[in-house]
């Protein structure tokens, strides 16, 4: 794997980081997106969406969005995003991946990991050259297609 930096992010944070610190989850993806993934409408006329990081294997994948210092309004956009994969993979595929979604960012404002929590997303933050995952007890993330979330979010 290359050391490419995530779009529109600082250069010292990269992909191979946010990589490393997913796998530390026990996820064993086979693929990751690094340049951004672009969704279209089935015209393949209009763009819908834009996913930071892909990462895929044969059973699930997970959708990353970085922001330097995410917000709310961040996390209802990543929820969209969200939706908007899993309608394109159902379109494409009969068995429908799961899908599990992270925030990664650099600086996390006082109440906005909680938020992301509570989402069922991942908390993915920048610790010194690294990316760190804190996962409480009890977490269960949103699934699509594969389980519910026991978190206050929607299932996908």
Same mark, same amino acid.
């Given at each position: 794997?290359?050391? &490419?930096?995530?779009? +529109? @992010?600082?250069?010292?944070?990269?992909? =191979?980081?946010?990589?490393?610190?997913?796998?530390?989850? %026990? @996820? +064993?993806?086979?693929? !990751?997106?690094?340049?951004?993934?672009?969704? @279209?409408?089935?015209?393949?006329?209009?763009?819908?969406?834009?996913?930071?990081?892909?990462?895929? +294997?044969?059973?699930?994948?997970?959708?990353?969005?970085?922001?330097?210092?995410?917000?709310?309004? =961040?996390?209802?956009?990543?929820?969209?995003?969200?939706?908007?994969?899993? =309608?394109?993979?159902?379109?494409?595929?009969?068995?429908?991946?799961?899908?599990?979604?992270?925030?990664?960012?650099?600086?996390?404002?006082?109440?906005?990991?909680?938020?992301?929590?509570?989402?069922?997303?991942?908390?993915?933050?920048?610790?010194?050259?690294? !990316?760190?995952?804190?996962?409480?007890? %009890?977490?269960?993330?949103?699934?699509?297609? %594969? %389980?519910? &979330?026991?978190? +206050?979010?929607? &299932?996908?």
């Amino acid at each position: 794997m290359t050391e &490419s930096t995530v779009p +529109n @992010y600082p250069r010292r944070i990269t992909s =191979d980081q946010v990589w490393a610190a997913i796998r530390e989850l %026990g @996820y +064993n993806f086979h693929t !990751m997106a690094t340049k951004g993934v672009d969704i @279209y409408d089935e015209s393949c006329k209009r763009r819908l969406t834009e996913i930071d990081l892909l990462l895929e +294997n044969n059973e699930c994948c997970m959708a990353v969005e970085v922001k330097p210092k995410p917000t709310e309004k =961040d996390i209802a956009h990543h929820i969209r995003q969200l939706e908007l994969l899993r =309608d394109c993979l159902e379109k494409r595929q009969q068995q429908p991946k799961r899908i599990l979604g992270a925030i990664a960012g650099a600086v996390f404002p006082e109440g906005i990991q909680q938020a992301v929590i509570e989402a069922g997303l991942y908390v993915i933050e920048q610790s010194g050259d690294t !990316m760190k995952i804190s996962v409480p007890e %009890g977490f269960t993330p949103v699934r699509g297609k %594969g %389980g519910q &979330s026991k978190n +206050n979010a929607s &299932s996908l």
